[in-house]
T-cell receptor, first 113, second 114 residues
C-alpha cells in the first residue's frame, strides 16, 4: 500500500543552520505531496505542497521539490529560526482518493539560540 | 474567514463509555475528514463525509461512526471506548470531490480514556 517514510528525529539545530528533512514515499500513480507542520499544542498547518513531478512547493523560507524518479520530497530551509521548532509531517494524497491523506511519522525539530 | 473549529478541546472518559466530538468546517468547505493522532505518531485517516454520506473509510472498527449535517458540520462518535482510543482527534475540511484538493485541519480534540 501507499506509505510515507521520514528521517527519524529528534533533530536539533542551532539558529541560522541549514535544515534538511528527508522524505520518501511509495504510491501508485501520481500522488500530491505535502508538508504539514504542528507547533506545540496546536493542530496541523499546511506548510507547502506539490501536485506533479518537478513541482517545487515553497512557503516561509521552506522548500521541497517533487522528485518522481527518486520518489522523494525532501524539506529544506536555508536558515532556521527558534520559531521553526515544531514537528514536521510529510504526507501524500492518493490520486484516486483525494481526501485520504497518508502521513509519515513526523520529525521533531528543535532550534536552539 | 473562520477556519476549522472543533469541540471540545479536551475530554476525559472512562473505558466502555461513548463519546461525541464535533467539527465545523472552514467557511465554504463541504467535505469533512477525521483523523486519529496517537502520541508521537502521524495522523491516521478514519473516514470522510461528503453530502451527508460516508465516502471513504480507513482501517478503523465499527465502534467509530460519524455524521454530517446539512450545514456541512460533522460529528465523530466512538462507542465502547478503549484505553487505546486515547489520542488527538483531528478534523479536516476541503471543498468538492475533484482532484488536487488541500485539506485544512482544526486544532483537534484531545481524548483521554482512563
Amino acid at each position: 500500500g501507499n506509505s510515507v517514510t521520514q528521517m527519524e528525529g529528534p533533530v536539533t539545530l542551532s539558529e541560522e543552520a541549514f535544515l534538511t528533512i528527508n522524505c520518501t514515499y511509495t504510491a501508485t500513480g501520481y500522488p500530491s505531496l505535502f508538508w504539514y507542520v504542528q507547533y506545540p499544542g496546536e493542530g496541523l498547518q499546511l506548510l507547502l505542497k506539490a501536485t506533479k513531478a518537478d513541482d517545487k512547493g515553497s512557503n516561509k523560507g521552506f522548500e521541497a521539490t517533487y522528485r518522481k524518479e527518486t520518489t522523494s520530497f525532501h524539506l529544506e530551509k536555508g536558515s532556521v529560526q527558534v520559531s521553526d521548532s515544531a514537528v514536521y509531517f510529510c504526507a501524500l494524497s492518493e490520486r484516486t482518493s483525494y481526501d485520504k491523506v497518508i502521513f509519515g511519522p513526523g520529525t521533531s525539530l528543535s532550534v536552539i539560540p | 474567514d473562520a477556519g476549522v473549529t472543533q469541540s471540545p478541546t479536551h475530554l476525559i472518559k472512562t473505558r466502555g463509555q461513548q463519546v461525541t466530538l464535533r467539527c465545523s468546517p472552514k467557511s465554504g468547505h463541504d467535505t469533512v475528514s477525521w483523523y486519529q493522532q496517537a502520541l508521537g505518531q502521524g495522523p491516521q485517516f478514519i473516514f470522510q463525509y461528503y453530502e451527508e454520506e460516508e465516502r471513504q473509510r480507513g482501517n478503523f472498527p465499527d465502534r467509530f461512526s460519524g455524521h454530517q449535517f446539512p450545514n456541512y458540520s460533522s460529528e465523530l462518535n466512538v462507542n465502547a471506548l478503549l484505553l487505546g482510543d486515547s489520542a488527538l482527534y483531528l478534523c479536516a475540511s476541503s471543498l468538492g470531490q475533484g482532484r488536487r484538493k488541500t485539506q485544512y485541519f482544526g486544532p483537534g480534540t484531545r481524548l483521554t480514556v482512563t
